[in-house]
């Protein structure tokens, strides 16, 4: 029969490998990382395209999509989750998941992207901290708080006037989104309304990167439209 002292360091052994297996280490942003983050919209192209228009902004060189397809049956939001997340593999890119944690651990996502009044970044970060937070803001008290509940990055929208986001209001315009850069401590992406000729100026109050969905979708070219909008942060 083993002495006791075996037994407690067997159990020991046994948390120590349990703690390994479920925590693959801190998600931090990196610096080169959410530049242009693209936002998915499957009513911008027909259905027998989706994947195709996805892929074409992958060759074009965004590096962070988020699928954001909230009327998906859930069912098929995790199957179009599992392609997305073998197709930005294969890009070296990163997956998120709009406000799905599950799919998001299901598929093996890079992260998660919260609504401003949906569950506190926190409480993922405390269960899942290899998954990187993003949360959709849209007032500065908004913006702080994501901060203090743990985001890794935020969306501050609408910059400026866009169909997508009318029902949160009139635009927030660039004074707003330079006090939020200005006074929160996190990476900090423009949404609404950013077009090309836009973005310079977006940057220019202090933004981390653009989100985008018409600017990309909408173009007659997503590779190039995708190129394009990349082509603003070489150098910066």
């Known amino acids: 029969m083993p002495p006791p002292g075996n037994d407690h360091r067997q159990a020991g052994d046994n948390d120590e490998e349990m703690k390994t ?15 242009v983050y693209l936002i998915t919209d ?3 192209c027909p ?5 195709n ?15 954001r397809e909230k009327d998906l049956p859930l069912k098929d939001l995790h199957s179009l989750a599992v392609v997305l997340k073998q197709m930005t593999e294969r890009y070296g890119a990163r997956l998120y998941i709009n406000d799905r944690v599950d799919i998001a651990l299901m598929v093996g996502a890079d992260g998660v992207h919260l609504p401003e009044n949906g569950m506190p970044a926190n409480e993922v970060k405390a269960c899942y901290p290899h998954l990187l937070v993003g949360v959709s803001t849209h007032s500065l008290d908004g913006a702080k708080q ?17 169909p997508s986001k009318m029902k949160y209001g009139p635009a927030q315009g660039l004074e707003a989104l330079r006090t939020v850069c200005q006074e929160v401590t996190l990476p900090v992406l423009g949404l609404g309304g950013i077009s090309k000729d836009r973005v310079s100026t977006v940057l220019d109050q202090g933004a981390h990167g653009v989100a985008l969905i018409s600017g990309i979708w909408n173009g007659p070219d997503i590779k190039q439209e995708s190129f394009e909008y990349m082509q603003f942060f070489e150098g910066r």
Do not use: C
């Not at 479920?22 to 942003?29: M, R």
């Open 21 to 35: 297996r479920l925590i693959k280490g801190l998600a931090e942003v990196k610096p080169e990382w959410l530049k």
């Open 42 to 44: 499957r009513k911008h």
């Open 47 to 51: 259905e027998n395209r989706l994947l």
């Open 53 to 67: 228009n996805l892929e074409a902004a992958l060759k074009g060189g965004v590096r962070d999509l988020q699928l």
């Open 146 to 162: 994501a901060k203090k509940d743990g985001a890794d990055f935020i969306t501050f929208s609408p910059i400026f006037e866009t």
